[in-house]
């Protein structure tokens, strides 16, 4: 692929500019802008957009951010770089129907004509195999007159058929010099691709994407043409649902709505409707029984309004469908997933249920699948589509190319391809939007499924003897239908025999011959790509869908069972028996966001975010122990659970993955996270306090502002906080135990901006670390912030999580396995390849898992003689990828070890032995 064009300006701007046709036809003349002379528009005063205008990506800024990134904005040029007798134009519409796509067809053709004067401009017949399979179409002025008032396209769509050689072929053939491509995520990677053969031809050529799709999966813009008919017309469906509910005892309306793997036409019809009861999306897992489970909510609603109304997109629950499991492999032509018709599924297992517990129920599902993308636009999105077309046009006579024409924050801009291309966009259910709608319908969030304190006491507990019986063997009694299934499933997997075995060996050799094979070229190499893959495309927490993606289809492509998602975008795989004991190995996924600064081959190419501190060979490490781990399955004494998890930088994902159950029947876990501070094929722990428990505060401190010489007539906030900024120190100097290890840090403390004003409030922050006594700390924060306002006459609010900043306790490591991680290190890497750390006043979210079950975490080394690698959240930040085999080696052995250890103790061990 071409470079992106970047050009970094002052204050921290970044343009992400689109190519142009002079980057690789240098020479090409200009020409005045016809529409210098055209009376409609030489009198509107700056018609012509100054080339120097950016649009920024984010409005949104902080006082001392910077200012990011920009995109070119979309407008007439002076200068033009085709003639208008020169041009020879065509038009393509690929992928699903979407309202508004004859609109956009004609005011390409309207803007070509009137504005420039083109007169050959061809309509390409059934998407992009009617480039070179089919006749073409010519369009005029008069052929596209009247077609914005029909629905679908005149041009005609497919799937599939894309062949960029045949169709640049295709287009050389023609002569055609302007290439105008009309499609959704696929189409645009498509358009993308057609751009760089062109380029590569060196022809002058211009190649713009307009984004279609009432998904409004495309990332970048605001949203794209159509989407907002298709939620105006899905209001339709619910108000009818609403009226069959409301008019039937215990009525349920049920309607189905597109949306393959983004929610938004759900989760904007539901906020539109009001009257949505339930809504039902991809991007946020639901479960059906037990505490918090749709079934409760539902009883719960039925019981108290007596009717409801549930909106579901299609691709939402697809993970639970595991009757027909073959079908999910399925693909249409383009290579999308073909989903199972979950609405129809869920209406029965809704009913299913209702007949069971015995309570009348009358359910009428309702599916306008097509009806809401077949229609013509709405007045809104036909403006949206002239606009888009306009400013389409406007780019392909200025010269630009390989971009896509975007709405960003209201203004038309050129996006470049890759941005485009680079994600899916999704409904993210951390964001302000989801929460307005979950407020709005007072549904179950469905993250929480059971209380923590009786996960620990489910995984804590041996599988009662009273579980199910299959083949003769006793399985854990699953908590839901869709727990059964999966675990029914795995034994079903797991029992197949592999080729080669372990279980003569010599056990103490065994790690070493893991790691032989995780550092054989095949494996390695295999590895270090997933790591480069991740590391170039970074993703922050509880947005790792590309990742959690690649994760998923290398564990496909091994055979290695999972469910997903757990916690947004977590996966837990399993190898081994299915049945107890489960041991737990974890790697995070999430990235940074910060720029990276290493010049290399694979660096981020995602601007503002970057993989510093390892989390991308976290994962490449695992999944080698998975490989290894399958490899050998037919011998393990158990079953692995392979934890890879979001957020752990922010959110504390190890808390969200706990809550989704993936800590369920697992009895202990291990963690390894690499660090530059020991060397290459060494490895550093302790046993007890690792880390410290790590928080924030945030304390605002209200008094009451006034003159500042009249000091009597005010309360004088800056006082208080003084106060409180001494009073904090005594909690580590007077109330903590010096040879315990605290830190009370305040280190912001703003208010005020006049010399003779007292202000009215201030606001203090900082950090606490603890290795004991963590939360007692946060409450002594809480506690000398407010007494000390009081007493000072103030008010004070504290906050414990500012910007949402989970808390994480502290880490500490299990006796037992730490005993058991130190002998096989000495096994793996040699006698001193274990060097014994001091407690860290670092904090890391492993402590979750750590604190449910019995854990160990451990640092791996990648330090070489070589080069000096820098610290983690560095901008300098790099992984010495020889450490991968290691950590996939010493997972792998961990996870062995301690189901040799459980086997060789008997099944009765208790528990609180670990
Ligand atoms: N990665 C890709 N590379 C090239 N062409 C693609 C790619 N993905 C999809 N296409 C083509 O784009 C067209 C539309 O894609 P599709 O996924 O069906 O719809 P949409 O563009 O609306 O997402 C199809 O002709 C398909 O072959
Ligand atoms: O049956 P078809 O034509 O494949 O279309 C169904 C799909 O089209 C969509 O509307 C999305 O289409 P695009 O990706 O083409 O925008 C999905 O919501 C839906 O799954
Ligand atoms: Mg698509």
Redesign the pocket.
């Known amino acids: 692929m071409s470079s992106p064009k970047i050009v970094n300006g002052p204050g921290g701007y970044i343009l992400q500019d689109v190519p142009h046709l002079i980057d690789y036809l240098p020479d090409l003349p200009t020409y005045q802008n016809p529409l210098k002379d055209n009376p409609a528009y030489s009198v509107v005063k700056q018609y012509f957009v100054d080339t120097e205008d950016t649009v920024p990506e984010k409005i949104i800024v902080h006082k001392d951010g910077p200012r990011g990134i920009h995109f070119r904005r979309a407008g007439p040029r002076q200068k033009v770089y085709f003639e208008s007798d020169e041009v020879h134009a065509c038009i393509v519409t ?5 309202p508004g796509l004859n609109t956009v067809i004609r005011e390409i053709v309207s803007s070509l004509s009137h504005m420039y004067g083109v007169k050959r401009i061809l309509g390409i017949d059934g998407g992009y195999r009617g480039f070179y399979a089919k006749n073409t179409i010519p369009l005029t002025s008069k052929v596209v007159n009247d077609i914005h008032k029909r629905g679908g396209t005149i041009l005609g769509t497919s ?1 599939g058929g894309h062949d960029t050689k045949k169709i640049v072929d295709s287009i050389q053939e023609r002569g055609i010099n302007q290439v105008y491509i009309i ?5 645009q990677r498509g358009a993308s691709k057609i751009f760089e053969e062109i380029r590569k031809r060196g022809l002058k050529v211009a190649v713009i994407g307009i984004p ?4 409004n ?1 495309i990332p970048v813009i605001d949203r794209s043409f159509g989407f907002d008919t298709a939620v105006e017309e899905a209001q339709r469906a619910i108000n009818a649902a609403h009226v069959e509910a409301e008019s039937n005892e215990n009525g349920i309306g049920f309607v189905k709505l ?3 793997h983004s929610g938004f ?1 759900a989760m904007y019809a539901t906020l539109a409707s009001r009257d949505v009861d339930c809504c039902l999306i991809p991007e946020s897992p639901f479960y059906l029984e037990g505490e918090g489970g749709l079934f409760e909510y539902i009883e719960k609603r039925l019981k108290e309004h007596g009717h409801m109304v549930i909106v579901l997109a ?2 939402a629950g697809q993970e639970m469908m595991t009757k027909s499991m073959e079908t999910n492999t399925l693909e ?1 032509a ?1 290579g ?1 997933k073909v ?1 199972k018709d979950v609405g129809l599924w869920l209406s029965q297992s809704i009913k299913d249920h209702f007949k069971k517990i015995k309570m009348v129920m009358n359910l009428k599902y309702i599916d306008p ?2 009806m809401i ?1 077949a229609i013509p636009s709405n007045a809104a999105d036909n403006v949206y589509c002239t606009l888009l077309a306009q400013s389409a046009v406007h780019g392909a006579m200025a010269g630009y190319t390989g971009y896509t024409s975007g709405l960003v924050h209201g203004r038309q801009t050129y996006i470049p391809f890759y941005r485009i291309t680079e994600k899916q966009n999704s409904v993210v259910i951390t964001d302000r939007m989801w929460a307005r709608l979950l407020s709005s319908t007072n549904q179950p969030s469905f993250l929480g499924p059971k209380n923590i304190s009786e996960q620990k006491k489910e995984t804590h507990e041996t599988p009662s003897p009273d579980g199910e019986i299959c083949n003769g063997v006793v399985h854990i009694p699953p908590v839901t239908k869709e727990i059964t299934n999966l675990t029914f499933q795995l034994l079903l997997l797991l029992h197949v025999s592999s080729e080669s075995s372990w279980i003569t060996d010599d056990a103490s050799r065994r790690p070493t011959k893991f790691l032989e094979y995780a550092k054989s070229p095949e494996v390695f190499d295999w590895m270090v790509g997933i790591r480069r893959k991740l590391h170039e495309n970074p993703e922050l927490g509880f947005e790792e869908f590309e990742t959690s993606k690649l994760i998923r289809s290398e564990l496909d492509l091994m055979g290695v069972k999972y469910k997903y998602p757990v916690a947004v975008t977590g996966v837990v795989g399993y190898v081994g028996t299915g049945e107890p004991p489960f041991v737990a190995l974890r790697a995070d996924m999430d990235a940074l966001p910060m720029q990276e600064d290493v010049e290399w081959e694979h660096k981020s190419k995602v601007p503002g975010k970057m993989h510093a501190c390892g989390h991308d060979g976290h994962v490449a490490m695992l999944l080698g122990a998975a490989k290894i781990l399958k490899e050998h399955h037919q011998d393990l004494q158990g079953t692995v659970v392979l934890i890879f998890q979001p957020a752990e930088e922010v959110f504390a994902g190890a808390k969200k993955m706990i809550e989704a159950g993936a800590l369920k029947h697992v009895e202990a876990i291990f963690g390894i996270h690499l660090t530059n501070q020991v060397p290459l094929g060494k490895t550093a722990s302790r046993a007890g306090s690792l880390l410290a428990g790590s928080g924030f505060f945030e304390a605002v401190i209200t008094g009451k502002g006034g003159h500042a010489a009249i000091p009597h007539h005010t309360i004088d906030p800056v006082i208080a906080a003084s106060s409180v900024v001494l009073s904090l120190q005594h909690l580590v100097s007077r109330e903590t135990d010096p040879l315990d290890s605290k830190v009370v840090t305040v280190s912001k403390l703003h208010g005020g901006n006049a010399f003779n004003v007292i202000p009215d409030s201030i606001t203090i922050g900082g950090t606490l670390r603890a290795f004991s006594g963590f939360s007692q700390l946060q409450e002594r924060i809480k506690e000398v912030i407010t007494k000390q306002a009081t007493v000072n006459r103030c008010n004070a609010s504290v906050n414990l999580k500012p910007n949402g900043k989970e808390p994480v306790p502290p880490t500490v490591n299990n006796m037992d396995l730490y005993k058991q991680f130190k002998n096989l290190v000495r096994d793996l890497l040699g006698e001193d390849s274990f060097v014994e750390v001091s407690p860290i006043m670092g904090g890391e979210d492993f402590s979750y898992f750590a604190e449910a079950i019995p854990g160990h975490f451990s640092f791996l080394g990648m330090q070489d003689e070589t080069k000096s690698y820098a610290s983690p959240h560095s901008s300098l930040y790099r992984v010495n990828e020889d450490a991968l085999p290691y950590g996939a080696a010493m997972h792998a052995s961990m996870a062995v070890r301690y189901l040799e250890d459980k086997a060789s103790k008997g099944s009765d061990t208790p528990k609180d032995e670990l």
């Open positions: 690929c992928g699903g129907l979407c799937r499609g959704g995520d696929g189409t279609k799709t009432i998904d999966d597109m949306g393959r036409i299609e691709g249409d383009s999308n989903l699948t097509y993308r």
